[in-house]
């Protein structure tokens, strides 16, 4: 994972002006995504023993778990007890604490802050179980955020693929150039979170595409690209890393402190 990535190529630059997202093709090795898996499931019993004895709560007849600074999130069904998202899980496995000062992803991150360096925001695990991953609603990330971020603007994601994504087993959806207007409204009278989802009337549904990704792909979107995805009704898992950066100096959304890309990582 020491490769030197590239900064951001001219047609990647008009891509996220114009589109509000651009993927790059497998960057990861077999090998690889093979240790990076492995670290996903020992993430996931880590969090799921964790999660016996957190703050558990039910929000629009969700079921989350609060454990520390980190949320659990199980799927949408009465008493399941299958990971959803893990949110923040870097600290549950070495091979992620090591993700974050990836070249291959830092680098790309440098040139969307416009800075030499970037600062971690938050980190997702998406799980996406096969037959039982639910589907995310429309929605920017932008909105969760704005409170807790005077630079929201510049909380640039990137998605890595852990195995490969595709209409069958729910890839994500983005909707082409909705980042444009910025912040847009939610989803007023329907439940607790319908304010973070992105009201319908707000957007082209038209203008949505399902970015189909192998395994090891890297996408990168902005916190103002609407974007959601279909359940996982396949027998293949679709489990990915989110991580979103920031500028230097700042520091992240639910832990303490400022966690900085590391120098050394980039030479």
Not at 30 to 42: D, T
Not at 112 to 117: I, P, T
Not at 135 to 154: I, K, L, M, N, T
Request: aromatic letters at 8%; proline letters at 7%; hydrophobic letters at 40%.
């Amino acid at each position: 994972m020491r490769e030197r990535g590239e900064r951001l190529r001219a047609d990647e630059r008009r891509a996220w002006r114009d589109d509000g997202f651009f993927l790059r093709a497998p960057a990861f090795s077999s090998a690889e995504l093979e240790r990076l898996r492995a670290a996903a499931e020992r993430a996931a019993v880590h969090a799921a023993r964790a999660a016996s004895a957190g703050r558990a709560y039910s929000v629009d007849g969700n079921r989350y778990v609060d454990v520390g600074a980190a949320t659990i999130q199980f799927e949408h069904r009465d008493g399941s007890q299958t990971l959803r998202v893990v949110e923040p899980f870097h600290d549950l496995d070495p091979l992620f604490a090591e993700l974050l000062d990836d070249p291959r992803i830092v680098e790309p991150m440098c040139g969307l802050v416009d800075a030499e360096r970037v600062a971690l925001w938050t980190d997702k695990l998406n799980f996406k179980r096969p037959f039982e991953g639910s589907g995310f609603r429309w929605h920017q990330d932008s909105p969760y955020w704005a409170h807790a971020c005077a630079h929201v603007d510049r909380l640039p994601n990137v998605m890595l693929a852990l195995d490969d994504a595709d209409e069958d087993n729910g890839c994500l959806r983005v909707v082409r150039g909705s980042h444009r207007r910025g912040l847009l409204p939610g989803r007023q009278g329907d439940g607790v979170l319908g304010p973070l989802f992105t009201d319908p009337r707000a957007f082209d549904l038209e203008a949505q595409v399902p970015v189909v990704m192998p395994a090891g792909s890297l996408l990168f979107f902005s916190p103002h690209s609407v974007h959601g995805s279909e359940p996982n009704r396949s027998g293949r898992a679709r489990r990915a890393c989110v991580l979103t950066y920031q500028p230097p100096g700042h520091p992240m959304f639910k832990l303490p402190g400022c966690r900085e890309s590391r120098r050394e990582a980039l030479t």
